[in-house]
T-cell receptor
Framework: EPEVTQTPSHQVTQMGQEVILRCVPISNHLYFYWYRQILGQKVEFLVSFYNNEISEKSEIFDDQFSVERPDGSNFTLKIRSTKLEDSAMYFC??????????FGSGTRLTVV | GQQLNQSPQSMFIQEGEDVSMNCTSSSIFNTWLWYKQDPGEGPVLLIALYKAGELTSNGRLTAQFGITRKDSFLNISASIPSDVGIYFCAGLPGEYGNKLVFGAGTILRVKS
C-alpha cells in the first residue's frame, strides 16, 4: 500500500527558530496538503497545493508559513519563526483528486 | 466557517456491542469521509461517501451520506478491542473547494 512519508517524526525547536517539515507524497498524487492537530483537538486544514502553487489556505496559514515542492518528490512546510502555540502534530496528505485520502503519520513539533 | 458537530464525544462499550456515531452541520457538504486515528498516527480513511443517500460498507463498518447532505453516520457492528481509537468525520463543502473540514472526533473505548 503506497504511503505518505513524513520526517522527522518528532522535532523540538526553540521559540523564534525556523523549522522545515518534510513530506514525500504518494508518487502519482497531484494534490498535496498540510494539516495541524493541537494535542487533544481536531485536525485543522492549513493549506492545499496543486500544480506548483497554493490552491487554498486557512486563516492559520499566515505569513510565518510557507510550502514548497522543491523537486519531483518532496513537499515541505516551513515555519519561519516558531511560536509556542505552533506546537502540534503536523500531518501531510496527498490525493489523486480533490478528496484528500492518504495522511502521513505526522511530525510532532514541540516549541520550547 | 464550515463546522461539523460530531457526537458522541466518547463511548465506552462492551466488546461485541454495536456502535453508532454521527456528524451534523448547518451547511451542505458534497463529500463525507470517515477516518480513524490511532495514538501517534495520522488519520486513516475508513469510508468515503460522494452522493446524498449513499450507504456504503467496509467490513463491519457502515456509513451513510444523509439525504439533506448535512449529516452522516457511521456504524460499527460487533465491536472488537482493535476498534479502539478516535473516529473523525470530515466533509468537503463543495463551494469552498477542497478544504476538508473535520469533526471533533469520537473516542471509542472497548471493554473486553
Amino acid at each position: 500500500e503506497p504511503e505518505v512519508t513524513q520526517t522527522p517524526s518528532h522535532q523540538v525547536t526553540q521559540m523564534g527558530q525556523e523549522v522545515i517539515l518534510r513530506c514525500v507524497p504518494i508518487s502519482n498524487h497531484l494534490y498535496f496538503y498540510w494539516y495541524r492537530q493541537i494535542l487533544g483537538q481536531k485536525v485543522e486544514f492549513l493549506v492545499s497545493f496543486y500544480n506548483n502553487e497554493i490552491s487554498e489556505k486557512s486563516e492559520i496559514f499566515d505569513d510565518q508559513f510557507s510550502v514548497e515542492r522543491p523537486d519531483g518528490s518532496n513537499f515541505t512546510l516551513k515555519i519561519r519563526s516558531t511560536k509556542l502555540e505552533d506546537s502540534a502534530m503536523y500531518f501531510c496528505a496527498s490525493s489523486r483528486d480533490t478528496s484528500p485520502r492518504t495522511f502521513g503519520s505526522g511530525t510532532r513539533l514541540t516549541v520550547v | 466557517g464550515q463546522q461539523l458537530n460530531q457526537s458522541p464525544q466518547s463511548m465506552f462499550i462492551q466488546e461485541g456491542e454495536d456502535v453508532s456515531m454521527n456528524c451534523t452541520s448547518s451547511s451542505i457538504f458534497n463529500t463525507w469521509l470517515w477516518y480513524k486515528q490511532d495514538p501517534g498516527e495520522g488519520p486513516v480513511l475508513l469510508i468515503a461517501l460522494y452522493k446524498a443517500g449513499e450507504l456504503t460498507s467496509n467490513g463491519r463498518l457502515t456509513a451513510q451520506f444523509g439525504i439533506t447532505r448535512k449529516d452522516s453516520f457511521l456504524n460499527i457492528s460487533a465491536s472488537i478491542p482493535s476498534d479502539v481509537g478516535i473516529y473523525f468525520c470530515a466533509g468537503l463543502p463543495g463551494e469552498y473547494g477542497n478544504k476538508l473540514v473535520f469533526g471533533a472526533g469520537t473516542i471509542l473505548r472497548v471493554k473486553s
